[in-house]
């Protein structure tokens, strides 16, 4: 099993940066891809980025490409999200999740989730 808890949203100014982290605990989490979902008000979860258990692979949404890097120490047992050249649009709580599965796009395939860590971009 996987406990995740998340940490680092806020508020921050468009065009500005903010690190997410996510720590895990259990055995698992360093055989586990990661991924980061998020979601706004009134939208449904949304795939922002993976990364495969070793760290040799990643995935991201189209719309994060070039402005968003995911990368993980699994000696930490952590998985982090650098966002940079934040938007308004990226306003959303974001989560993270823990899955065996090959499949990291889609939320349906995670195990494990953490409670999430809000992110607002003011314009």
């Known amino acids: 099993q996987v406990q995740l808890v998340e940490s680092g949203g806020g508020l921050v100014q468009a065009g500005g940066s903010l690190r997410l982290s996510c720590a895990g605990t259990?055995?698992?989490?360093?055989?586990?891809?990661m991924g980061w979902f998020r979601q706004a008000p009134g939208k449904e979860r949304e795939f922002v980025a993976a990364?495969?258990?070793?760290?040799?692979?990643?995935y991201y949404a189209d719309s994060v490409k070039g402005r968003f890097t995911i990368s993980r120490d699994n000696a930490k047992n952590t998985v982090y999200l650098q966002m940079n050249s934040l938007k308004p649009e990226d306003t959303a709580v974001f989560y993270c999740?823990?899955?065996?599965?090959?499949?990291?796009?889609?939320?349906?395939?995670?195990?494990?989730w953490g409670q999430g860590t809000q992110v607002t971009v003011s314009s």
């Open positions: 259990g055995r698992s989490f360093s055989r586990s891809a």
């Open positions: 999740a823990a899955t065996k599965s090959w499949n990291m796009v889609t939320a349906t395939d995670y195990d494990y």
């Open positions: 990364i495969s258990w070793s760290g040799g692979s990643t």
